[in-house]
């Protein structure tokens, strides 16, 4: 079993900042990216951020030169720096990890999210 965890959402005025926090925790053998989603009411869930284990990042269009993905020495976290928030940021922000278990099978875990709320 392989679980995933958010932390760090919360209410931020407009140009604001929030650095999301996910940890993957469990029967795991190695990870091969993580990354973040978020979905807001009434719209379908959407990729924001994704780090590969082979290197290279992916982002959003909509986030690129506000938004930094990175991953921790340990491997098995990744963060979501946010900077100059604006409302339409606002979403139930979702982390994913993709890998092998320690019995060699792969896992896709999502967490259950964390509340990004961007309102004045």
């Known amino acids: 079993q392989v679980q995933v965890v958010e932390s760090g959402g919360g209410l931020v005025q407009p140009g604001g900042s929030l650095e999301l926090s996910c940890v993957a925790s469990g029967s795991i053998f190695s990870i091969n990216d993580m990354g973040w989603y978020r979905q807001a009411p009434g719209k379908e869930r959407e990729l924001v951020a994704r780090m590969y284990n082979i290197g290279g990042t992916n982002y959003a269009d909509s986030v690129k030169g506000r938004f930094t993905i990175s991953r921790g020495r340990a491997m098995n976290t990744v963060y979501l720096r946010m900077n100059t928030l604006k409302p339409e940021d606002t979403a139930l922000y979702y982390c994913?990890?993709?890998?092998?278990?320690?019995?060699?099978?792969?896992?896709?875990?999502w967490g259950q999210g964390t509340q990004v709320t961007v309102s004045s």
């Open positions: 994913n990890a993709q890998g092998y278990g320690s019995n060699v099978r792969t896992f896709d875990t």
